[in-house]
């Protein structure tokens, strides 16, 4: 057994706290050895260091007996095997893993027993010529080590990883050390929303900025956070969407904008939402929800070609999400009466509820008849669309800030895009007449008021000045980031694919 895994094995009489704790007290002893040795156990800069995928990618294999020239790295001590005067350890970066070569007659005695000392977690820099192990295995001849800092706490599990699931949650940047998967996937979301960018910086769009703290909760319908603002002395809330913000520019002139940021919704977390996220929101000057269409299907296999390389994105247990162009279209209307029957809008109110029923979904005598159709639209629908389905034509009470379709004044010209059994980007013919987005609004706001309700705390009256000003027809388009990374990497739940997702606090 190495001296690493003697020092940090539990006793069987030990606590997992206990154990952590006396490891945490020998730790902090070396710490003082070393200052006393006057050895700054968290040292300064390490300069001129590559990463370790670099390395590996520049290798030459040297002449046999010979090495490769020295390198400068730096990283974690992830593991340790000692064989008397040498020993033998793994370094990793952001990058990658290196294996590490010290022995005491490269080294001198003094700087392999300061080696002795370190202990898995600690981050050190390391310089020296690399070369091939018998058994093939890349590895650092270290010539110089330096100890940038101490590590205090043991990894868990001897670097194998965290087995509690919500431990990896609130404690990420341990899920980061221990948990390729983890990386991997968090590593996508950054190359994912960079090559975003790329994409529409391409098509000519301009990427904004709009307020978060707004007067007003507008441009969806939720329940929002709600702050104070003490120099205004007044009531704020943190934005639910940007929507109408962009629709305002729009009217100023800029014809091709977007932004992405972060949106915030007081509401439930569950394994596809949590209360704050990232949306990209889309508005293009004189197109429609077809110009949106054409947009996302180019976007997202754009994204998935540069990010992942293939349109076939596997989610384990023989679930393959496949990008490939077409994606389907459907009807609202056609996806409710695959699921409800055929004859489902012929019947009466009081029979949809009666077959709502009887296909166990929460409907209650009285329940207005929208409602129930949503329900079978929301719970029988929806989690079935796994591969990319727009679905298109929507009851207008369900989308008030859209065109109504021209031969059809009860529905909206638009379209949700599900993949995987959610929806991933909702799009609009945007409604741009004053008079009955007006009239909508009020509608909405009389259905739903409650006790105290004013009107003009809850209708953007200045929205509707600029859209009396004149605003182009346009297609507009929101994207859920966090859902559309969960796709691009395979990932299941949300929290997966957000560095820091909100935790319930623990008392």
Request: hydrophobic residues 40%.
């Amino acid at each position: 057994m190495s001296e690493e895994v003697r020092n940090d094995a539990a006793t069987g009489a030990e606590t997992g706290e206990q154990q952590v704790n006396s490891l945490f007290a020998q730790r902090l002893a070396k710490v003082r050895e070393l200052e006393a040795a006057g050895i700054d156990p968290y040292g300064h800069a390490f300069p001129n260091t590559v990463p370790i995928e670099q390395v590996r990618a520049e290798f030459v294999a040297p002449a046999e007996g010979e090495y490769g020239p020295e390198v400068t790295v730096a990283g974690r001590l992830t593991a340790r095997r000692g064989m008397g005067k040498s020993i033998f350890a793994d370094l990793r970066d952001s990058s990658g893993k290196i294996q590490l070569f010290v022995g005491k007659s490269e080294i001198g005695d003094e700087a392999f027993a300061l080696f002795k000392k370190l202990d898995i977690g600690d981050i050190v820099g390391i310089k020296g010529p690399t070369f091939l192990t018998r058994m093939g295995e890349l590895t650092i001849r270290v010539h110089e080590c330096t100890l940038l800092s101490k590590s205090l706490r043991p990894l868990p599990e001897k670097f194998h990883g965290l087995v509690d699931v919500e431990q990896r949650y609130r404690q990420r940047y341990l899920d980061l050390i221990c948990n390729d998967e983890s990386r991997r996937i968090l590593k996508m979301r950054s190359d994912i929303i960079r090559e975003i960018r790329n994409f529409m910086d391409s098509r000519g769009f301009m990427e904004v900025e709009t307020p978060m703290l707004q007067s007003l909760a507008g441009g969806a319908s939720a329940n929002p956070f709600t702050t104070f603002y003490e120099a205004l002395n007044s009531t704020m809330y943190m934005r639910i969407a940007p929507e109408l913000y962009l629709k305002r520019l729009l009217v100023g002139g800029f014809e091709k904008v977007y932004e992405l940021n972060r949106n915030f919704r007081n509401e439930g977390m569950d394994r596809r939402h949590n209360p704050e996220f990232t949306m990209m929101e889309v508005y293009q000057a004189y197109g429609d929800c077809r110009t949106m269409m054409e947009l996302i299907e180019s976007l997202i296999t754009t994204v998935a070609m540069k990010v992942v390389g293939t349109l076939k994105i596997d989610h384990g247990n023989g679930k393959v999400i496949d990008l490939t162009l077409p994606w389907r279209r459907a009807t609202y209307n056609e996806l409710c009466e695959e699921k409800g029957g055929a004859d489902w809008f012929k019947l009466t109110p009081e029979e949809r509820i009666e077959r709502g029923k009887s296909l166990g979904l929460d409907v209650y005598p009285g329940m207005p008849d929208l409602e129930v159709t949503n329900e079978l639209y929301e719970k029988l629908v929806e989690p079935t669309l796994i591969q990319p389905t727009f679905v298109t034509r929507i009851p207008v009470e369900l989308l008030p800030l859209a065109k109504g379709c021209p031969d059809d004044p009860t529905h909206v010209d638009v379209f949700e895009l599900g993949i995987n059994g959610v929806e991933v980007a909702p799009a609009y013919s945007e409604l741009n007449n004053p008079i009955i987005q007006r009239r909508r609004l009020v509608e909405q706001f009389e259905k739903s008021k409650k006790e105290g309700d004013r009107m003009e705390d809850k209708i953007d009256e200045d929205f509707l000045v600029a859209l009396e000003h004149g605003m182009p027809p346009a297609g507009g388009m929101g994207i859920g980031i966090d859902r559309l990374v969960m796709i691009l990497t395979g990932a299941e739940a949300i929290r997966d694919v957000i560095l820091f997702p909100q935790m319930r606090i623990r008392k």
